[in-house]
């Protein structure tokens, strides 16, 4: 399976600067744009409560971009499954791959922010548990004409989706976790798994995907056809200044999310959360050292250094990040068209015709 690429938009509020319309606006353009330039996927974060990400419903918002687009896949980024009633978020599946003509990729997680969960009332102790259940009815409920289910967590009389996926008999299913059961499950039924490279290096990734080979041998699952994919704070350019905000604005974003997982966010203005340092946040130098960061050359070396490593089907660059400038990223979208993914195939072109004049 060749690679390819996508964007990921958090749809972040930063500061106050720019109202929550603009960032809609600007998320659907994003999208329009990587949709001309040729880029596979479009995801949607989904985050609740807070400026950390403003979009509640990423089916909604796939569904939306769709209409706007001629090719991208659109794509939630994920729907965090433990916040949703089973038999409503199957129906919203369904009905959000028929608007999007068949181009919904279905992203779904357990979530991690506890702020979040709190101001629903439920439990993120037994998210994972949920999600496992949450998955096995999906599959159910979109396999079957009519489908029940028992479970420890859910349970559903005989019950019939009449909104069905065009996609059938269900989208494809992206699994993004770190946690050993949730990708042991995406492994046995071939779904794929997303990683995050978060602020680390290739080292970092590619300790994620010796864990997904591990898994999937022990599931019986040749590793090698694992469909992995991998997130990713990415800019080029050979503007300084324009790197290091970037590279900024992926530090503001991690600091947030910590903030929010441990439960030490402060709030100022109803939801706008605070940015603050945690303990164990890596120096800026060494940001700059671990992402594939700076001149088209660098981020095109440490790029492969990463692709290599972890030998995804689909790579996710974070286009929306922080307060970053949309037109300095739209720009650079068409850049990443023109110069960085060409090249990029045509070195990974390279590596498989030596890998099979040496098997030769």
């Known amino acids: 399976m060749e690679l390819d690429f996508g964007i990921f938009i958090l749809m972040q509020q930063r500061n106050q600067n720019k109202t929550a319309a603009q960032i809609i606006r600007e998320a659907v353009e994003q999208t329009e744009v990587a949709d001309q330039n040729g880029f596979a996927a479009a995801w949607y974060a989904e985050h609740h ?103 420890e967590y859910f349970n559903q009389p005989v019950t019939a989706i009449s909104t069905r996926p065009a996609q059938s008999p269900l989208p494809p299913v992206w699994i993004a976790s770190g946690d050993p059961l949730l990708m042991r499950r995406a492994l046995r039924s071939d779904y794929h798994v997303f990683i995050s490279g978060g602020l680390g290096g290739s080292k970092r990734l590619g300790g994620f995907r010796e864990s997904i080979d591990a898994l999937a041998t022990s599931e019986g699952k040749d590793p090698a056809k694992a469909k992995v994919a991998m997130l990713r704070f990415a800019y080029a350019s050979d503007n300084k200044a324009e790197v290091e905000h970037y590279v ?47 001149s088209v050359d660098t981020v095109i070396e440490r790029l492969l250094t990463d692709i290599r490593a972890v030998r995804p089907v689909h790579v996710a660059l974070q286009t929306q990040v922080g307060d970053f400038d949309h037109q300095l990223m739209l720009k650079q979208l068409e850049l990443w068209n023109r110069e960085i993914i060409p090249t990029i195939r045509q070195e990974l072109a390279r590596d498989k015709a030596a890998s099979a004049e040496v098997q030769a």
Do not use: H, W
Request: negative net charge; charged residues 25%; contains cysteine.
């Open 49 to 151: 409560f807070s400026n950390y990400g403003l979009c509640p419903s990423p089916l909604m918002m796939a569904a939306y971009c769709a209409g706007r687009t001629k090719q991208i896949r659109v794509g939630s980024g994920v729907v965090i499954a433990p916040l949703y009633t089973p038999a409503r978020l199957i129906a919203e599946i369904g009905l959000a791959d028929q608007l999007s003509g068949g181009r919904l990729n279905l992203g779904i997680g357990g979530g991690y922010q506890q702020f979040e969960f709190e101001r629903f009332g439920v439990s993120l102790e037994n998210a994972k548990e949920k999600t496992l259940e949450m998955l096995d009815m999906i599959e159910l409920a979109l396999t079957q004409k009519k489908f029940e289910y028992d479970g």
């Open 248 to 294: 900024d604005c992926a530090r503001y974003q991690q600091r947030i999310a910590v903030s929010l997982k441990r439960r030490t966010e402060s709030v100022e203005d109803d939801y706008m959360v605070t940015e603050q340092p945690y303990d164990d946040e890596l120096p800026f130098e060494k940001l700059m050292r671990n992402l594939p960061v700076g």
